[in-house]
């Protein structure tokens, strides 16, 4: 399997991703911003598009629409409506992207793989580009853990402490949305919420503790990104349907095993 170098490369890119995706997950699971997560997602279709409409890369529009997206989902903080402002938003991005594709057909086949992933096709420049993202995504994750995480789980007393929350919560979207725009090169904007939540929200099924529950997040991600990838190259399966059926797997299993603990 490892003499093919697009295997090689697979590997390295889904290690990077998942350990990336793991970490900034199980906070986006731990503060309940699932939806706004998908939604970065979904928004950076038209980005990808628009992005091969003008001649650039796809990967790179993406980027710069979930990020707009990310810093809007942030300064909108915990205000009323805020969920059917990113539903609107999130509508209204899909059309755009439908739009794009309409006046540029030819870029039908890099719109798959912009929706479903395509993590076989990955090249090694590619793959140095993902991880120096993922090296900037941890360091800033890193700086801002500590008020992220009381922010999260005390809101009201850390902003009596003098923590804000608005611009903590806009720099997290802006982690999460290049996050976001990482997870699509393996399993598309669909299906990024596999990647992105399931193993993190396993994890919290499962464990306690801030530390070993981001540890055991990566651990899960990485392991179901290689156990995927190993799967699709014996069955010749698409990798983005084995991770989304092992993410989802892990977290009906992870339920199960919380009834049987409850039930002793």
């Known amino acids: ?123 090694f420049r590619t793959v140095v580009i993902l991880a120096a993202l993922s090296l900037a995504i941890l360091v800033s994750l890193t700086f801002i853990s500590r ?20 611009l903590v919560s806009t720099l ?6 290049v996050t976001t725009a990482e997870a699509t090169q393996i399993v598309g904007v669909l299906l990024v919420f596999a990647l992105m939540v399931a193993p993190a929200a396993t994890t919290l099924r499962l464990t306690r503790g801030v530390l070993r529950g981001i540890l055991v997040s990566i651990a899960l991600a990485v392991a179901i990104a290689w156990i995927s990838l190993w799967l699709a190259f014996e069955t010749d399966w698409p990798t983005s349907f084995w991770i989304t059926s092992l993410g989802a797997t892990g977290y009906l299993g992870a339920g199960l095993i919380q009834r049987l603990k409850a039930a002793q």
């Not at 008020?147 to 608005?166: I, M, T, W």
């Not at 997290?172 to 949305?177: E, K, L």
């Open 1 to 123: 399997m490892f003499d093919y170098e697009f295997m090689r490369n697979a590997f390295a890119a889904c290690t990077v991703v998942a350990i990336v995706t793991g970490a900034v997950g199980y906070f986006l699971v731990l503060r309940g911003q699932t939806f706004a997560g998908h939604a970065l997602a979904h928004v950076g279709f038209p980005g990808a598009t628009g992005a091969g409409l003008l001649g650039l890369s796809p990967f790179f529009g993406l980027t710069i629409f979930t990020v707009l997206a990310g810093i809007g989902i942030g300064l909108l903080g915990e205000r009323a409506h805020r969920d059917v402002a990113i539903g609107i938003v999130l509508t209204l991005s899909l059309g755009l992207g439908l739009l794009f594709l309409h006046f540029y057909t030819a870029f039908a086949s890099q719109a798959t793989n912009v929706l479903f992933g395509n993590v076989l096709g990955i090249s």
């Open 147 to 166: 008020p992220l995480l009381f922010a999260s789980l005390q809101p009201e007393l850390a902003e009596a402490k003098g923590v804000n929350l608005d």
């Open 172 to 177: 997290f979207m802006i982690i999460v949305a």
